[in-house]
């Protein structure tokens, strides 16, 4: 059974910085093709921050671009959201997402909660 595990959530003041990272276990010789980052605030839609292709093809949401950073390690199917000068409006909980085998079946962590203070 595929599995997302993410870490590196927490609380963190304005300005400061996070490290998410989320790993795709049990793929097998499964192919991996995009993975991202999507995030939900209380009341809100879930929607996308940042995704990558296995190719190495970069999406970002408009208000984050600039100050997250995508990055994925293909050999241990993890991607890496670097999240710097965060803002109180990035507070959410952020879901891994992945788009694995010939179908592109979607797979979702278990979600992350990111804090920002004012």
């Known amino acids: 059974q595929v599995q997302l595990v993410e870490s590196g959530g927490g609380l963190v003041q304005a300005g400061g910085s996070l490290r998410l990272s989320c790993v795709a276990s049990?793929?097998?010789?499964?192919?991996?093709?995009?993975m991202g980052w999507f995030r939900q605030a209380p009341g809100q839609r879930r929607e996308l921050v940042a995704a990558?292709?296995?190719?190495?093809?970069?999406n970002y949401l408009d208000s984050v671009k600039g100050r997250f950073t995508i990055s994925r390690d293909n050999a241990k199917n993890t991607v890496y959201l670097q999240m710097n000068s965060l803002k109180p409006e990035d507070t959410a909980v952020y879901y891994c997402?992945?788009?694995?085998?010939?179908?592109?079946?979607?797979?979702w962590g278990q979600g992350t909660q990111v804090t920002v203070s004012s």
């Open positions: 990558i292709t296995d190719g190495g093809r970069i």
């Open positions: 049990n793929t097998g010789y499964i192919r991996v093709h995009s």
């Open positions: 997402n992945a788009e694995i085998g010939w179908s592109h079946s979607a797979y």
